[in-house]
């Protein structure tokens, strides 16, 4: 057989934090509130922001699932939950019912817009209510909507809020008793997506958001061995919206075999097949019929894969590779494959970077480090604690570590032939999801302004990005001959 691939190759591969992005031209309409990170992942699976929470024990189970769900992200259930409880979980997220929000976090209407600004960005609300000192309605403020009108930051804040008396419209209902299916209908028939409840008074008893009537995407991780159509089979019908083939090394037998089965199985349900590092792996993935393709190994943030037998790739060679066989498929059938970038990704310098080639970004890591992640939190000396005030550490592992003892996921059939290829740990707590994830989904918004492209696809096809020596990365990448405030 002819091999296409050098058998050594000399070239470096690289890492995400050794290309630069370059500005394109950036248009008139072209800034943060117009920027769409939305991302097709199949015909019937689009997601609202380019991220997955891994298919780790650690990291995704209902929690972080509805968390990530809820910001248009999407959880993948780990494959080693016994397929009961996966499927129990998808059913549960999947008839997550409207709920209000009960305690809003308000402002006063004396307050600046500096202090309500620092208020969205600790929890994450891009709407916060404007009462008075009897919590009487005064108007909102909506980010959105000072992004566009803009104000010095001194100003108060009703300089900028959309006021409840004016003419423009702050739905609202004066009815604090209100029904869940009453409010899901004022929502579904108003232009705005939020609902204002309150009393005969005007005072605001509580919120309800569009956002939360949506249907939440989620997704569940099945292996490549025995059990794995009941699996697959238990978890459409309790509704997932994508099956994924977890496995650290796709290229063989196992994982195309699945494929093929799967796609006889006549499941309407699109499948994630992974994960793969090469031109070729990715080639049969694709031809044998994966709707997307997972690329990564090595790169784990808790991964000793390479350090026990020298098995991985720079996720970017990678990611560079495995685009080139999408492409070359892509020219021959006109069927486009999205590719995820699975591994080392814990920051928004990876995304911006990794989104130049992957359609979207599966993270463990990043997702361990919120309230949300299924991974024990601790305090400061490291004993388990369950008041959020106190957490300082959450507990990670691999799914190949020695505590997840994910057999199926590293080819193994028996104990006997089984040692760990991952690592358990803990990483720093960062409290709630929402605000963090908001904050990095801004950074990565602002960065396709500076490319000049409105849409991840138009990033793909038209940013530049560009390998910096490591002199150069010490100067661009980082402040230098200064020492940062605290
Ligand atoms: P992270 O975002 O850098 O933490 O990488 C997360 C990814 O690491 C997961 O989605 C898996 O692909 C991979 N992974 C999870 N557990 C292990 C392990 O035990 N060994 C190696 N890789 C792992």
Redesign the pocket.
């Known amino acids: 057989m002819k091999r296409r691939v050098k058998e050594i190759i000399l070239e470096p591969g690289r890492a995400f934090s050794e290309f630069t992005l370059l500005p394109g031209y950036t248009g008139k309409d072209c800034n943060i509130q117009n920027i769409s990170l939305e991302t097709k992942l199949a015909e019937n699976l689009t997601i609202g922001i380019p991220f997955l929470s891994?298919?780790?024990t650690s990291v995704t189970g209902y929690d972080m699932a509805l968390a990530l769900g809820k910001e248009r992200g999407i959880g993948v259930l780990p494959a080693r939950l016994p397929t009961k409880e996966q499927a129990g979980i998808v059913d549960r997220i999947k008839n997550h019912e409207i709920g209000f929000v009960e305690k809003p976090i308000t402002a006063q209407e004396d307050s600046s817009i500096e202090e309500v600004i620092r208020m969205v960005e600790i929890h994450g609300h891009s709407k916060i209510p404007i009462v008075d000192e009897y919590r009487v309605i005064k108007g909102m403020f909506i980010l959105q909507h000072y992004w566009e009108v803009g104000g010095s930051l001194q100003d108060r804040v009703t300089s900028v809020m959309i006021s409840f008396n004016s003419g423009k419209h702050v739905p609202n209902c004066n009815n604090p008793n209100i029904s869940i299916k009453k409010a899901k209908s004022l929502l579904e028939s108003s232009k705005e997506n939020y609902l204002v409840v309150l009393d005969n008074q005007n005072r605001l008893v509580k919120l309800a958001f569009t956002k939360d009537i949506e249907k939440i995407n989620v997704a569940s991780a099945i292996s490549t061995h025995k059990g794995w159509q009941d699996r697959v089979r238990t978890n459409v019908e309790a509704g997932t919206d994508l099956i994924v083939i977890?496995t650290?090394d796709a290229y063989n037998y196992h994982a195309v075999d699945v494929i093929r089965k799967y796609k006889k199985m006549g499941i309407d349900v699109p499948i994630c097949a992974g994960?793969v590092i090469t031109y070729e792996g990715a080639m049969k993935l694709i031809k044998e019929g994966a709707d997307i393709v997972?690329v990564?190994?090595?790169?784990?943030?808790?991964?000793?894969?390479a350090k026990e037998k020298a098995v991985g790739r720079a996720p970017m060679a990678a990611l560079i590779d495995v685009d080139k066989a999408r492409q070359d498929y892509f020219e021959e059938t006109k069927r486009y494959v999205p590719l995820i970038i699975?591994?080392?990704?814990?920051n928004s310098y990876s995304m911006a970077i990794a989104l130049k080639k992957a359609d979207a970004i599966?993270?463990?890591?990043?997702f361990?480090r919120f309230y949300e992640s299924s991974g024990e939190k601790q305090d400061g000396k490291g004993e388990p604690t369950t008041i959020e005030d106190k957490m300082e550490k959450v507990v990670?592992?691999?799914?190949?570590?020695e505590r997840?003892h994910?057999l199926p996921?590293?080819g193994h059939t028996t104990q006997a032939t089984f040692f760990?290829?991952?690592?358990e740990g803990t990483v720093k707590y960062e409290g709630r999801l929402k605000p963090y994830l908001k904050a990095d989904i801004l950074r990565i918004k602002a960065a396709l302004v500076n490319a000049g492209c409105m849409n991840l696809k138009e990033f793909r096809e038209n940013a530049v990005i560009e390998v910096i020596s490591d002199y150069a990365r010490g100067i661009v990448s980082d402040t230098h001959d200064m020492e940062v405030k605290n």
Do not use: F, H, L, Q
């Open positions: 891994a298919a780790m977890d650290a994960n997972k990564g190994m090595s790169t784990g943030s808790i991964c000793t894969t699975d591994g080392g990704v814990s599966m993270m463990g890591n990043y361990n990670t592992y691999g799914e190949g570590s997840a994910n996921r590293y760990p290829e991952g690592e």
